[in-house]
């Protein structure tokens, strides 16, 4: 049997990948959906999926984005102010999502951190298997 090779990659090795993404893609809206459902009652895991599909690709756009020309600008302050717009611009993919207001897209946002994090720490403890925080420069 001879499936085509792209790079490294077979096409089973593709197939794979694609469906391991949307796996992941699942796994990272429940906490979302957690947090939406909680403050937007309401709230359709469709919605929860449109927001987690296009928040990081939002999220990462503004952030290099931003950082590229404000660091051009204002040096290494730039990357804050990148990470500051880039968490609106998060919040207002949650905002769009959800059809609802800044406030509540916030809340929605925050709660999601906190039960991400809470997922995460209760994973360390019962498969000893933890994500690691991001990077985050106080500088």
Avoid: C, E, H
Wanted: aromatic letters at 18%.
């Amino acid at each position: 049997m001879f499936l085509p090779v792209i790079g490294d990659f077979t096409l089973v090795n593709l197939l794979v990948f694609a469906v391991g993404l949307i796996i992941i893609w699942i796994i990272v809206s429940i906490p979302v959906y957690i947090a939406a459902k909680l403050v937007i009652p309401n709230a359709s895991f469709r919605d929860t999926m449109v927001a987690t599909i296009f928040g990081p690709i939002i999220y990462v756009i503004t952030l290099f984005g931003v950082d590229y020309f404000l660091g051009a600008v204002i040096g290494s302050q730039g990357y804050m102010w990148a990470l500051i717009l880039a968490f609106i611009g998060w919040v207002f993919v949650f905002k769009v999502s959800f059809r609802t207001g800044w406030l509540r897209a916030l809340v929605i946002a925050l709660v999601a951190i906190l039960v991400f994090a809470f997922v995460s720490f209760l994973f360390g403890i019962v498969l000893g298997v933890m994500v690691q925080p991001p990077f985050l420069p106080l500088f």
